[in-house]
């Protein structure tokens, strides 16, 4: 099982941005697809971003052209470049690790999350 630790969360102003990462630790990270999660209070959990072991990336739709998903492979790290951040990004922020070295929009191809990070847009 592997361990993820968001951090890189906050209060930023509408337009603002943000710059994710997720540590993780115990595993073979490089091997698997990895992705980012958001859930609003009193929503279900939304897909945000995913990329696969060989680079290969998705976005759910509301933040395409906005938000950029990356993994630094010699330092276990996945990040997430949050630009022209709106309010209703306002969320709690989890990073995942796929099952397979390639991943989907649905959170059941993910084994292993974080605890999340709080993102919150507001002026």
């Known amino acids: 099982q592997v361990q993820l630790v968001e951090s890189g969360g906050g209060l930023v102003q509408p337009g603002g941005s943000l710059r994710l990462s997720c540590a993780a630790s115990?595993?073979?990270?490089?091997?698997?697809?990895m992705g980012w999660f958001r859930q609003a209070p009193g929503k279900e959990r939304e897909f945000v971003a995913g990329i696969s072991n060989s680079g290969n990336t998705n976005y759910g739709d509301s933040v395409k052209g906005r938000f950029t998903i990356s993994r630094d492979n010699a330092k276990n790290t996945l990040y997430l470049q949050m630009n022209s951040l709106k309010t209703e990004g306002t969320a709690a922020y989890s990073c995942?690790?796929?099952?397979?070295?390639?991943?989907?929009?649905?959170?059941?191809?993910?084994?292993?999350w974080g605890q999340g990070t709080q993102v919150t847009v507001s002026s």
């Open positions: 995942a690790k796929s099952r397979w070295s390639w991943f989907t929009n649905t959170d059941s191809t993910f084994e292993d």
């Open positions: 115990g595993g073979s990270f490089s091997s698997y697809a």
